[in-house]
């Protein structure tokens, strides 16, 4: 799961020529890095294993042969800020989005935070591996709902208390504030006419719901962002 948020929040959005993205990490930068603290001082760097890419934000490297807290450590490496936060701002940020949405018991639990370096420019969080695969629709639709529910559900803590989390004024005009800084992007990037016709239509009804909606101030939740089937990685 990304970039946990509170539904009242106000994001300072960024076009995208204003992110930068790191280059892949050297995986002997990230072992010189990991055997430096004690729990990762017997690791190996044949221990440590690349993910496949599976997007542009970060890459993932399990540490084989190593359990924390009896779980398998899995490194997340931050590739760029979607938010166009500095590298220790956007680590502190993510950490608070684990530590706060795993207490659902449906996000992955933060075992460990490697500040940003000169091994690791952008930093590094450990997060426990979560066994399982991708989810097959619509069979595990009931799930998806339940993890969402779950960190819904969540306590809320007092607005004080929020940060650095991201916390609208309004729920509904921020996010559409998120949507539409994004809307350009759509057919310069888009390449199938009927996906740009769907969005279209989507964003339409966004405008009206938002329209209709703002102002209203639904509760204040914890709430997940980018959260797409492939997002949800599950023990059966």
């Known amino acids: 799961m990304r970039n946990s948020c509170y539904t009242k929040?106000?994001?300072?959005?960024?076009r995208n020529s204003d992110v930068h993205m790191s280059a892949p990490v050297d995986l002997s930068s990230?072992?010189?890095?990991?055997?430096?603290?004690?729990?990762?001082?017997?690791?190996?760097?044949?221990?440590?294993?690349?993910?496949?890419?599976?997007?542009?934000?970060?890459?993932h490297v399990r540490i084989k042969g190593l359990r924390l807290r009896s779980q398998q450590p899995l490194v997340r490496l931050p590739r760029l800020s979607q938010f166009?936060?500095?590298?220790?701002?956007?680590?502190?940020?993510?950490?608070?989005?684990?530590?706060?949405?795993?207490?659902?018991g449906h996000v992955p639990e933060l075992l460990d935070r490697i500040e940003p370096s000169e091994f690791l420019p952008m930093g590094a969080l450990v997060v426990a591996e979560i066994e399982g695969g991708p989810v097959r629709l619509p069979e595990h639709l009931a799930s998806m709902a339940e993890c969402l529910a779950r960190v819904h559900l969540l306590p809320v803590p007092e607005r004080v208390e929020r940060r650095p989390l991201a916390d609208h004024g309004d729920p509904v005009t921020g996010i559409m504030g998120f949507i539409e800084a994004q809307a350009p992007f759509i057919k310069a990037s888009a390449r199938d006419s009927e996906a740009v016709r769907l969005l279209d239509e989507e964003l339409a009804w966004a405008r009206g719901f938002a329209a209709a909606h703002a102002g209203l101030h639904p509760p204040?939740?914890?709430?997940?962002?980018?959260?797409?089937?492939?997002?949800?990685?599950?023990?059966?």
């Open 84 to 104: 166009g936060l500095d590298a220790l701002s956007n680590l502190s940020y993510q950490a608070t989005c684990f530590e706060r949405a795993s207490r659902s």
């Open 220 to 236: 204040v939740r914890l709430c997940l962002t980018d959260t797409h089937p492939w997002q949800f990685h599950g023990r059966p």
């Open 9 to 14: 929040a106000r994001i300072a959005h960024r």
């Open 30 to 59: 990230l072992h010189a890095a990991l055997v430096a603290r004690p729990q990762f001082a017997a690791i190996r760097p044949d221990d440590l294993e690349r993910l496949p890419d599976k997007g542009l934000a970060h890459d």
